[in-house]
């Protein structure tokens, strides 16, 4: 099982190159390297992503996708991050991939096969970072963060003295007495 080195760069318009090399062995799944990489240029993993096997024109081709978001609507079943192994979607020894990350404002990451190394490594590894990520993709993904650090626990000071007992909605019990009674 070789590892397998990923020059990653960030896709942006900006003539500035950013960039990771990232190390990961060909018998990791896609999540893996996924994970790898938001971790490599300090993103949330929890974003929607996909994975594309590309051609050497940088043409998408298979997708492979963090979680089956079909509902069984599609005649082929997509494939999963965390079920494919690199190494069954491996066509050259400079294979690409697009990576699609963050579907609402589709941040694009090319990878690229730099080397393919005699031996395994023990775990993914981030050998070479290059340039910085651009801010608002740093902030939006902090954003993501913070928004999933909330506490779920209510306690009665978070309303105040608010009673319940007087609120009048304007509506009474009588009003709703049959469903029927109203056109939908």
Same mark, same amino acid.
């Given at each position: 099982?070789?590892?397998?080195?990923?020059? %990653?760069?960030? #896709?942006?318009?900006? =003539?500035?190159?950013?960039?990771? =090399?990232?190390? *990961? @062995? =060909?018998?990791? @799944?896609?999540?893996?390297?996924?994970?790898? /990489?938001?971790? &490599?240029? !300090?993103? $949330?993993?929890?974003?929607? &992503?996909?994975?594309?096997?590309?051609?050497?024109?940088?043409?998408?081709?298979?997708?492979?996708?963090?979680?089956?978001?079909?509902? !069984?609507?599609?005649?082929? %079943?997509?494939? /999963?991050?965390?079920? @494919?192994?690199?190494?069954?979607?491996?066509? $050259?020894?400079?294979?690409?991939? /697009?990576? %699609?990350?963050?579907?609402?404002?589709?941040?694009?990451?090319?990878?690229?096969?730099?080397?393919?190394?005699?031996? #395994?490594?023990? &775990?993914?590894?981030? *050998?070479?970072? *290059? !340039?910085? %990520?651009? $801010?608002?993709?740093?902030?939006? $993904?902090?954003? @993501?963060?913070?928004?999933?650090?909330?506490?779920?626990?209510?306690? =009665?000071?978070?309303?105040?003295?608010? #009673?319940?007992?007087?609120?009048?909605?304007?509506?009474?019990?009588?009003?709703?007495?049959? /469903?029927?009674?109203?056109?939908?």
């Amino acid at each position: 099982m070789p590892g397998l080195k990923f020059r %990653v760069l960030l #896709d942006s318009l900006t =003539d500035k190159e950013v960039f990771r =090399d990232i190390i *990961v @062995n =060909d018998s990791d @799944n896609y999540e893996t390297l996924y994970r790898t /990489i938001t971790e &490599a240029f !300090g993103l $949330s993993n929890d974003e929607m &992503a996909s994975f594309f096997v590309s051609d050497h024109e940088w043409n998408k081709g298979k997708e492979i996708t963090l979680m089956d978001m079909s509902f !069984g609507d599609e005649e082929e %079943v997509p494939e /999963i991050m965390s079920e @494919n192994i690199i190494r069954y979607h491996l066509e $050259s020894p400079k294979q690409r991939y /697009i990576l %699609v990350y963050d579907f609402l404002n589709m941040w694009i990451f090319l990878l690229e096969i730099q080397e393919i190394l005699s031996n #395994d490594v023990d &775990a993914p590894q981030i *050998v070479l970072s *290059v !340039g910085k %990520v651009p $801010s608002e993709i740093l902030e939006k $993904s902090a954003a @993501n963060l913070d928004k999933l650090s909330f506490n779920t626990e209510l306690n =009665d000071s978070e309303f105040g003295d608010m #009673d319940m007992g007087d609120y009048d909605d304007g509506f009474s019990e009588e009003d709703f007495d049959n /469903i029927d009674d109203y056109e939908l």
